[in-house]
């Protein structure tokens, strides 16, 4: 059924935030007799690419979710997230990965260069932490097709693609992950579902453009300017 991946540095996040918002697609599984969710839970300080590598050769199940350990899903309608997405995945056969937020606009940066953010970019999240707003943008379909790019919080896929070592560090690693998908022939979509993201704001270096990282990630996929 569903193996989810997660990259932590200590557990305290997955354990009080993103495991106990699991429980209701567990509790979906357990009442239908079906397999229990895998949690693969890795860890290093090297690079995500690398982290995530480690957890799909780990997964077991052919659909597999990529989640932030500070990512609380919110499950409470009556289909479970993971089902939703499942039965996306098998009406749409060259779609290989489904985000909850993303953007149609190719830009380098899946948000910061978009040139209007209520045309482009689909999605909404509940940002908590220190930031705590409300993020909205086109959140009206239930799916939407044919996104460029999608945020990394929580990526879904049934394929068994590998992450990009060469993007080293936690930033990037979507922005790499969803050329790839292109390059390999699948499409990209976006579920409304309106999750949580405990997140505290701080700098992300590898997102600025002087940088060496998003220098090569930029010659890697011809986006130089």
């Not at 509940?126 to 707003?133: A, K, S, Y």
Request: overall charge negative; charged content about 20%; aromatic content about 16%.
């Amino acid at each position: 059924m569903y193996s989810v991946i997660v990259s932590i540095l200590d557990p305290t996040k997955l354990e009080s935030v993103l495991l106990p918002s699991l429980n209701r697609v567990r509790q979906y599984l357990y009442d239908k007799k079906l397999p229990d969710i895998q949690i693969v839970v890795v860890s290093g300080t090297e690079a995500l690419t690398k982290n995530y590598n480690v957890g799909l050769k780990q997964s077991i199940y052919p659909l597999k979710f990529f989640i932030h350990d500070d990512v609380d899903i919110t499950d409470t309608g009556e289909i479970p997230l993971f089902v939703r997405i499942e039965s996306l995945f098998n009406s749409f056969p060259k779609l290989g990965l489904i985000g909850l937020v993303g953007s149609t606009y190719p830009s380098k940066r899946w948000w910061q260069e978009c040139p209007d953010v209520n045309k482009y970019i689909h999605g909404h999240v509940l940002m908590g932490g220190d930031v705590n707003q409300y993020w909205r943008w086109n959140a009206d379909k239930e799916f939407y097709h044919d996104m460029y790019m999608i945020d990394g919080i929580f990526m879904a896929t049934p394929l068994n693609i590998e992450f990009s070592e060469d993007i080293i560090g936690f930033h990037l690693y979507e922005h790499d992950y969803c050329h790839l998908m292109r390059k390999n022939g699948y499409s990209i979509g976006v579920i409304t579902h309106l999750a949580r993201h405990h997140w505290w704001s701080k700098p992300t270096p590898s997102y600025f453009p002087d940088t060496e990282e998003f220098k090569y990630y930029q010659k890697k996929w011809g986006l130089v300017e």
